[in-house]
């Protein structure tokens, strides 16, 4: 099993990127799919997750309104869609599937991590 992640890179503050996590190896049709990311000497964070169905998203504050998670069951991918980023955002992002325990903002919730993507945001 395999979360490819990609879309990472350097955007200038306001700009927007969109991040990708192909799945391969399992479907994860039945799976909450998140996002999680790590900036230099923090702590990994719960950025994003969705559902199985994508009847519901969750987010942390700090992106609410300008980051959207999304997916595809039938491409086995799930998306980000970060619109106005700002220097905070300046992480390696993380994709995460198939939360088998606790909350979906749990880190050691998730079997499967992708291997992540840079994002550098100028200001």
């Known amino acids: 099993v395999q979360l490819q992640a990609s879309g990472g890179g350097l955007v200038q503050a306001g700009g927007s990127l969109r991040l990708s996590c192909a799945a391969s190896?399992?479907?994860?049709?039945?799976?909450?799919m998140a996002w999680f990311r790590q900036a230099p000497g923090k702590e990994r964070e719960f950025v994003a997750a969705?559902?199985?169905?994508?009847?519901?998203?969750y987010y942390v504050d700090s992106v609410k309104g300008r980051f959207t998670i999304s997916r595809d069951n039938a491409k086995n991918t799930v998306y980000l869609q970060m619109n106005s980023l700002e220097p905070e955002d300046a992480a390696v992002y993380y994709c995460a599937a198939d939360l088998a325990r606790g909350s979906y903002r749990y880190t050691g919730g998730y079997n499967y991590w992708g291997q992540g993507t840079q994002v550098t945001v100028s200001s």
């Open positions: 969705i559902s199985r169905s994508a009847g519901n998203t």
């Open positions: 190896g399992r479907t994860f049709s039945s799976d909450v």
